[in-house]
């Protein structure tokens, strides 16, 4: 078969598999890789660069910093100070968290931000008595927004960036983005302001995450704790555990004030059926619930077996204590990283391969810890599509796919032929991964741009932003997916605000940004 026919037929299967949702992202990235070098398009060590390309790995540890600032509260922190200020109104509450999440989200990624500051706002929200559901949507929403703020915002800007350099032009500045990415901001905070009441659903949800306060009051009630007892700190907190069945610890004397058999942790107390168990006449059975004490990594550490069923991960909680163990480290080691991206003293990917070890070798993360916040799922998505861009230059697919685009535009003007591409990456990114999205279709904005003899520079810009506007379904971006549950949306429910937004992003790719960028 025709190469270039061959790619367009990988192309079409990998999207069918993406808009199935039956088949993991990772897998489907993975056959796209293994098919191309099957059908002899690419060679094997084409078909296999993405996974060792600089872009993949500057991606993989932006997830590790940001796990670092998100599981020592940092994120935490940010979001109590500035959203406990705005007081009780719905405007004024809505904008600071809007321009709260866009900040947040240009460091550490649209993802990481909105699940870092869902409890945040949903806590606020319900004190305030506004539906988190008036709110949640905004977050993720204008956390699109925010990632255009920054390199660091999401992986579509770095994707672009390389692009751009590889296309004889040059990468984007750091802060580059900014300039288009703070009309963005700044539009998307004034639609939701005017109009995201009449647009929002008033629901009621079905998840709610846990406020700390209401946590530990609850536990403090149920296990007659006394009020002096500091149950939640920054270096030290408490688990909720069940004796699990064919536990080794079946058949122990454990009792308030003693020791675990490690010794690393303290029971607080026993309950049996709900009713607590006191003295020492007695010995654990399966299904007997226990709240112990400890610092936060032995909770983690003694937690993790299978002696006992954990009713709240030790981890999670510890991401509600604003400011605790390490994030000091964790803020020095982002400053110093932006400064070198800022700079570009180093290259991004080595930029990062720096933070993330310096995070752990200064004891913020264990190396497990680390391993474990990288999203593979992402890293194999970018990696295993790198391969299908590459297939578009090489057998000539983009060209091909440029010029039944050109044919379609005629001889209009730079603006129609990026209004094109904006359009058919703003469909395809409702659809599927926004980064897939602009993997398949950078390559062809390449070659758009030099056949009609402009700068690549506003095309690759655009691409990021129409990549971002990703609102009118709840499974077009992870960050849509989140809110969903807590806010009690449904799948209609998107489109209403998502519509003007999209547009306003429309907007700003094709009218705005050739003015910043020139062609």
């Known amino acids: 078969m025709d190469p270039v026919a061959t790619t367009l037929v990988i192309l079409a299967l990998a999207v069918v598999a993406f808009l199935s949702n039956r088949i993991p992202l990772g897998i489907v990235a993975i056959g796209v890789s293994v098919a191309l070098w099957a059908t002899g398009v690419l060679e094997l060590g084409q078909a296999l660069a993405g996974f060792g390309d600089p872009t993949v790995?500057?991606?993989?540890?932006?997830?590790?910093?940001?796990?670092?600032?998100?599981?020592t509260g940092v994120t935490a922190w940010a979001g109590q100070q500035v959203v406990g200020r705005a007081g009780t109104g719905r405007t004024p509450l809505?904008?600071?968290?809007?321009?709260?999440?866009?900040?947040?989200?240009?460091?550490?990624?649209?993802?990481?931000?909105?699940?870092?500051l869902i409890p945040v706002v949903v806590v606020v929200a319900t004190r305030a008595g506004i539906p988190p559901s008036q709110m949640l949507m905004p977050l993720a929403f204008a956390a699109h927004a925010g990632a255009l703020l920054a390199l660091t915002g999401t992986p579509v800007n770095i994707i672009v960036s390389e692009a751009a350099a590889d296309a004889g032009a040059r990468p984007f500045a750091f802060f580059e983005f900014g300039l288009v990415g703070v009309p963005l901001v700044a539009g998307t905070v004034l639609v939701m302001a005017l109009?995201?009441?009449?647009?929002?659903?008033?629901?009621?949800?079905?998840?709610?995450?846990?406020?700390?306060?209401?946590?530990?009051?609850?536990?403090?009630?149920?296990?007659a704790i006394p009020e002096g007892t500091e149950l939640v700190s920054v270096r030290r907190g408490v688990a909720e555990v069940v004796v699990a069945?064919?536990?080794?610890?079946?058949?122990?004397?454990?009792?308030?004030?003693?020791?675990?058999?490690?010794g690393d942790l303290v029971v607080l107390a026993v309950q049996r059926g709900g009713d607590p168990l006191r003295g020492r006449e007695y010995t654990l059975r399966a299904g007997d619930t226990l709240l112990v004490s400890g610092p936060w990594d032995l909770l983690e550490r003694n937690t993790e077996g299978r002696d006992v069923l954990v009713v709240d991960a030790p981890a999670d909680v510890r991401r509600s204590v604003p400011l605790g163990t390490g994030a000091k480290r964790a803020i020095v080691v982002l400053g110093v990283m932006v400064v070198l991206l800022a700079t570009g003293i180093v290259p991004p990917a080595i930029a990062g391969l720096l933070a993330a070890s310096a995070l752990v070798l200064s004891g913020v993360m264990t190396p497990k810890h680390a391993y474990r916040s990288v999203s593979w799922t992402t890293v194999l998505l970018v990696g295993g599509m790198i391969p299908l861009s590459t297939a578009f230059v090489e057998t000539g697919t983009a060209d091909l796919i440029a010029k039944a685009l050109l044919d379609l535009v005629g001889d209009a003007s730079p603006y129609t032929a990026l209004l094109a591409m904006c359009v058919l990456t703003m469909v395809l990114g409702q659809l599927i991964s926004n980064t897939a999205t602009v993997l398949i279709v950078a390559p062809i904005a390449v070659v758009v741009a030099g056949d009609l003899g402009v700068s690549v520079l506003p095309f690759m810009m655009a691409l990021s932003v129409s990549g971002a506007a990703s609102f009118l379904t709840p499974v077009a971006t992870p960050?849509?997916?989140?809110?969903?549950?807590?806010?009690?949306?449904?799948?209609?429910?998107?489109?209403?605000?998502?519509?003007?937004?999209?547009?306003?992003?429309?907007?700003?790719?094709?009218?705005?940004?050739?003015?910043?960028?020139?062609?």
């Open 57 to 71: 790995i500057f991606i993989a540890t932006l997830f590790v910093v940001s796990e670092a600032l998100d599981s």
């Open 94 to 116: 809505l904008v600071v968290i809007c321009l709260l999440v866009a900040a947040v989200t240009a460091l550490i990624s649209v993802n990481g931000a909105v699940a870092a």
């Open 195 to 223: 109009f995201g009441r009449r647009l929002l659903p008033e629901r009621v949800p079905t998840t709610l995450p846990q406020d700390l306060a209401t946590r530990t009051r609850v536990l403090r009630e149920q296990y």
């Open 245 to 262: 069945p064919r536990s080794d610890l079946i058949g122990l004397h454990l009792f308030p004030g003693m020791t675990t058999p490690s």
């Open 479 to 519: 960050a849509n997916t989140m809110v969903l549950e807590p806010g009690g949306y449904r799948f209609g429910d998107y489109w209403k605000l998502g519509l003007p937004l999209l547009l306003l992003f429309l907007v700003i790719a094709v009218l705005y940004v050739p003015l910043v960028w020139p062609f």
